[in-house]
């Protein structure tokens, strides 16, 4: 063997193997940083190991601000995707040869491909066109056809097209955008495209209605133009039906329009036993393949099979071509097909047929759940759909209120099936389809992903198990969704209902601050404020129920609204919204407090020193001058003492007033201290081990540890009463000698401590003041 060429197999199986090594330093965290990236050319040049490692890092490289980015689902690249790869490197070695061997050898490999395309396809005495994009073959054979309908062509250019206009038929389930690229490369205008619409009545929705297609035909011979080509669908994008391609063909016949297939179908066409329907692809005049998405060989070009004598004409279309390095394009595919050979190939296509058939078959035993398939004997896409109709047979809930966003309240919920469905079993290849006539369905089409993603049988049970789980948990959101609102109604104006049918969840609410005499800038920050504070506090809460700020949104008012996730059927959804209100309502009166605290303190304090320094006026023309003498002071009090003091004061936050301290010092006690008031958030009649929001007939499986929502949250016993203690001999420069910020961190330690009762205290005199010291 050429030791070239042992050389490029032993440099691409490094390549992998270093990618594969970078892969487990990704796991690891060993990988270069976004900032070890080099932005400049450096001027020493780097090993293969270097710059490969740093093509992982530039694969696997974190989005932009992503905190926990989605998990890549890359190819499974086995040995048949190797030998892909590597007639890549192949191809760059072949192409350095010399002009005659390199001639000789891409007509061999483009015949060789060419003919074993035909022969697996059906396909007898056809050529093949090989190209990147999967769009391209149809191009290149629309240029064959208006190279063959229009003789003078060639010489005269577009000019001849304007004596008759061609027209291209497609279908209105066919690939979005297909017939504008046509109309783009072709410079023809929008106006030559027919989209033909699909039955409405008779046969599946996503087939093409042929009487209406004669009739369109017919209507445009009448006008002149010149029907030009159609496009038939062997399973459409999104749903995988197949157009009656026998009645098209015969249609086709009569007008002398030439017929081009496509779709997923087409690749059963390997097995043994055939749709009949499927068989008549072979009678088309040119078909499009996409071998590498159904066999799972990367960067493997498509191939369009089509016939016609003329070779000149199939040159101008561009079709065939006399360069060497064109023809290389089917060196990876011949590679990959000898690999795999005829049995490896009919046995993967066989393979992601029987993963659809063991789908559909147990689907059968889930509930709420609608299965759209063309064929349940033969089709090859499986579209599934959370079905309404079925989850209205549950008891309880109330669904007549969403017949009129019914369907975009199902297609909200699809989305979320099948997003979830691809996160737990990422190998089954499942995806999500918007269609015009079911909504949004989840899409599992084995054909297009087994081979790349390595589905097995055991990945289909296990997609029906999670499917299982999530349906239960949808019906029972979608029967309390109108219980929700309805409670919120009942909590208005502190909440209001935030209408939101895209969002996939029981529902979306708002709590309104109660404050007024604000302007609209100062309650939209007010808002914003209270909805973080009640979303920490709520996703703190021990309960399955996820509270989120819900999609973005631009609405400036909805954007304050907290979104709802999905529950169980057993969920009390009265509990519920009566916890949101209430700890809204904490929170907004919390932060009220804290907002006129200081001022309150400063304002107290100051009355306080006031009636003191009067105390003390009072005191002094009671007991006279001579008492406030040092010595002669002492001598006096001695001889005959004063039982008279300075009582001290005692302020309430909550009530606002000043009082006397005399009754708390003569009862030893804080006389008329209210009791701890239970939060309104708890549960008093709570069972144990018993989630929130969970009603008390719940099975025991519902049942976990027990929660307490004020313990969790830091919500219980909010009570706005302080105290501060100020001493009787320097009250005047106590009181002064405060500073403002220690008043405001002695208030709000206080008011996180709880404390109820007096707030502001003179100590008593002398034994007084010990005694006082210790209680």
């Known amino acids: 063997m050429d030791s070239t060429l042992v050389q490029v197999d032993k440099n691409l199986t490094e390549a992998m193997r270093i990618l594969g090594d970078g892969q487990r330093e990704l796991e690891a965290g060993t990988l270069f940083s976004k900032t070890s990236i080099p932005a400049p050319l450096q001027g020493d040049g780097q090993n293969v190991a270097t710059v490969l490692h740093l093509v992982h890092s530039l694969i696997h490289e974190n989005e932009e601000g992503e905190d926990n980015p989605s998990p890549h689902r890359m190819q499974n690249v086995g040995e048949q995707g190797h030998m892909a790869l590597l007639g890549h490197s192949l191809a760059a070695y072949i192409s350095v040869m010399d002009r005659e061997r390199l001639r000789k050898l891409t007509t061999r490999i483009l015949s060789d491909t060419t003919l074993w395309l035909c022969r697996l396809f059906r396909y ?139 779709g997923v179908n087409l690749a059963t066409l390997v097995l043994g036993q055939v749709n009949s329907a499927i068989m008549v692809a072979t009678r088309s005049d040119s ?108 008891s309880g809930g109330s669904l007549e209120a969403y017949s009129a966003g019914e369907k975009e309240v199902l297609d909200a919920f699809n989305r979320l099936l099948g997003k979830e469905l691809a996160l737990m079993v990422p190998t089954s290849g499942v995806d999500v389809v918007e269609l015009e006539d079911e909504g949004t369905c989840v899409r599992f089409s084995p054909l297009l992903t087994a081979a790349a ?80 504070e009640l979303l920490k506090k709520l996703q703190d809460l021990d309960t399955d ?41 904490d929170i907004e009166e919390s932060g009220r407090l804290l907002e006129n605290m200081t001022e309150v303190v400063r304002k107290g304090i100051q009355e306080a020193e006031q009636e003191l320094l009067k105390a003390t006026e009072e005191k002094l023309m009671e007991e006279g001058v001579l008492r406030q003498l040092p010595l002669v ?78 313990h969790a949250d830091g919500t219980t016993g909010v009570h706005p009463t302080a105290s501060i203690c100020v001493p009787e001999e320097d009250s005047h420069a106590a009181c002064q000698g405060i500073p403002e910020e220690r008043i405001q961190d002695s208030c709000v330690q206080k008011h996180d401590h709880m404390e109820a009762g007096p707030v502001l205290e003179e100590r008593k005199p002398e034994g007084q003041e010990a005694q006082q010291s210790g209680e």
């Open 287 to 394: 078909m499009t393949l996409t071998p590498g998405l159904w066999l799972g060989l990367p960067a493997v070009t498509a191939v369009t099979l089509y016939r016609h004598e003329d070779p000149a004409l199939a040159l101008a279309a561009g079709l065939t071509s006399s360069q060497p390095v064109e023809k290389m394009r089917a060196l990876p595919l011949w590679l990959s097909l000898q690999y795999l050979g005829f049995y490896g190939i009919v046995e993967k296509i066989r393979h992601a047929t029987e993963l659809s058939q063991q789908l559909l078959l147990k689907l059968n035993s889930v509930t709420s759940v609608k299965t759209l398939v063309e064929d349940e004997l033969s089709s090859s896409v499986v579209l599934i759909k959370f079905s309404l109709e079925s989850s209205a047979a549950c």
């Open 453 to 532: 993603c390595g589905t097995q049988l055991k990945d289909v049970d296990e997609l029906v198990q999670k499917l299982s789980e999530l349906v239960p948990v949808m019906t029972s959101t979608i029967r309390l969704r109108q219980d929700f609102k309805e409670e919120t109604h009942r909590h208005s104006p502190y909440l209001t209902y935030i209408e939101e049918l895209s969002w996939p969840g029981l529902g979306a609410v708002r709590y309104e601050p109660q404050a007024a005499g604000i302007d609209d800038i100062r309650r939209m920050e007010e808002m914003k404020k209270i909805t973080s």
């Open 633 to 710: 002071g002492s001598m006096l009090n001695w001889f005959s003492p004063v039982q008279t003091s300075v009582k001290g004061r005692t302020f309430n936050l909550a009530a606002g007033s000043l009082d006397s301290t005399e009754v708390t010092y003569s009862t030893k006690a804080q006389a008329g201290r209210p009791p701890l008031k239970e939060s309104p958030t708890l549960s008093s009649e709570r069972l144990q081990g018993q989630r929130l929001f969970r009603r008390s007939g719940a099975s025991s499986d519902a049942l976990s540890e027990t929660s307490s929502i004020g």
């Open 124 to 262: 007898e005495n056809g050529s093949a066109y090989f190209h990147e994009d999967d769009r391209e073959g149809l191009v290149k054979v629309c240029r064959l056809v208006i190279n063959a309908r229009y003789e003078e062509y060639a010489s005269e250019g577009y000019v001849v097209l304007s004596t008759k206009q061609p027209v291209i038929y497609q279908s209105a389930s066919c690939r979005p955008g297909l017939g504008q690229h046509l109309c783009n490369q072709l410079g023809l205008p929008l106006s030559s495209l027919c989209t033909v619409p699909c039955n409405t009545i008779f046969g599946s929705q996503h087939q093409m209605d042929v009487a209406l297609l004669d009739k369109l035909i017919k209507e445009d011979i009448e006008s002149g133009k010149l029907p030009l080509l159609l496009i038939a669908n062997a399973g459409t994008a999104g749903a995988g039906h197949t157009d009656k391609l026998g009645r098209l063909r015969d249609l086709c016949d009569e007008y002398k329009i030439w017929l081009h297939m496509e």
């Open 545 to 585: 129920i996820i509270f989120s700020t819900g999609p973005d949104l631009d609405s400036e008012g909805r954007e304050c609204a907290i979104f709802v996730g999905m529950v169980a059927e057993d969920v009390d959804v009265a509990e519920l919204v009566n916890i949101i209100a209430n700890l809204g309502r």
